[in-house]
Every structure is written in structure tokens, then in C-alpha cells.
Nanobody, 128 residues
Framework: QVQLVESGGGLVQAGGSLRLSCAAAGRTLSNYAMGWFRQAPGKEREFVAADSRSGSNSYHANSVKGRFAISRDNAKNTLFLQMNSLKPEDTAVYYC?????????????????????WGQGTQVTVSS
């Protein structure tokens, strides 16, 4: 089992940047396909970005494409989400997630039910 801990959230003005981190403990990050999701008050949890187990293939939601970038450092067992040009509508709790079984090393996953482990979340608030 892997434990995930997010950090890096905070309050930022519109147009600013934040870098979220997700530290994995208990297992090697390279064994997992990873993802970032977010949940705003009163809304369902939504997909933000996904990275394949190999780290060679990634996908971003249309709402963040060109502004956010998912990456990983397997040596540090850490997943990242670089967020630039932030907008008030990006305000949410951001969660990282890990998928236990990913038979295809280049596959990424977009649905919450496709992930087995979740962090506790980190709050991102973007002021206008």
C-alpha cells in the first residue's frame, strides 16, 4: 500500500503560479500510474491531469491544458503539478491519486474509480 501526502497549496492572485507536490511513501512511485483531481465546494471531484506509470505519457483536462503540467521525479518518489496562469475557477481542493495495477506502462487514467489510493488533499484558492 502507498501513502500519498499533498503539499504546496495556498492562496494566490489570479495570474499567479503554484506547484503542488505529492509525496509517496511505502511503495516506489514508478510502480503506479498517477493522477491529479480537484473538487470545488458543492461540485463533484473532477479530473485535472494524469501520468502513465512509465512517466512517458500524460494527459491534461481541456480546462487546464497549456496552463498546468503534471510531472514526476521517481528518484524522489514525488509527483508534481505545476499550475500557471491561475484563475478563480481553479479554486478547489486538489488530490493526487495512484493506481495499483497498470499493465500497460504508457496508459493513463481519467476516472476517479480507476484509482486505488488517494491523498488527503491540499487547498488552492485563487483570488480575483
Amino acid at each position: 500500500q502507498v501513502q500519498l501526502v499533498e503539499s504546496g497549496g495556498g492562496l494566490v492572485q489570479a495570474g499567479g503560479s503554484l506547484r503542488l507536490s505529492c509525496a509517496a511513501a511505502g511503495r516506489t512511485l514508478s510502480n503506479y500510474a498517477m493522477g491529479w483531481f480537484r473538487q470545488a465546494p458543492g461540485k463533484e471531484r473532477e479530473f485535472v491531469a494524469a501520468d502513465s506509470r512509465s512517466g512517458s505519457n500524460s494527459y491534461h483536462a481541456n480546462s487546464v491544458k497549456g496552463r498546468f503540467a503534471i510531472s514526476r521525479d521517481n528518484a524522489k518518489n514525488t509527483l508534481f503539478l505545476q499550475m500557471n496562469s491561475l484563475k478563480p475557477e481553479d479554486t478547489a481542493v486538489y488530490y493526487c491519486a495512484a493506481r495499483r495495477n497498470s499493465p500497460y506502462s504508457d496508459a493513463y487514467y481519467l476516472k476517479t474509480y480507476e484509482y486505488d489510493y488517494w491523498g488527503q488533499g491540499t487547498q488552492v484558492t485563487v483570488s480575483s
